[in-house]
C-alpha cells in the first residue's frame, strides 16, 4: 500500500505519553527488549506487534505509519 511504519515515531510518541519501556511492555505481553527493538530503525516489527504496542499506549495504530514517497508525490500532483 502507499504506509510505512516510522518505527522511531513509536519511541516519539512513547516519550510524549511519558511510558517507560516497561510499561508498554507490561501494557502489551511483550518484553522490554521487544519493544525496544520496535523502537529501533531498520527492524520492520510484525502487524500485530505494532497493534499490542499501540493498544498498551492508548493510541492509533496509525500514530506509527507515514506516507510513502510515492503516495505524497502522487498527492501532490493531484492538488
Do not use: W
Not at 511504519?5 to 512513547?14: L, N
Not at 500514530?63 to 492538488?79: M, P, V
Amino acid at each position: 500500500m502507499g504506509y510505512r511504519t516510522d518505527m522511531e515515531r513509536i519511541k516519539k510518541v512513547r516519550k510524549r505519553l511519558g511510558l517507560s519501556l516497561n510499561d508498554v511492555a507490561e501494557g502489551s505481553g511483550l518484553t522490554p527488549q521487544a519493544v525496544a527493538r520496535a523502537e529501533r530503525a531498520g527492524i520492520d516489527p510484525r502487524a500485530s506487534t505494532i497493534g499490542r504496542i499501540a493498544k498498551a499506549m492508548g493510541v492509533p495504530t496509525c500514530e506509527f505509519f507515514e506516507e510513502s514517497g510515492h503516495e505524497q508525490k502522487r498527492k501532490r500532483r493531484k492538488a
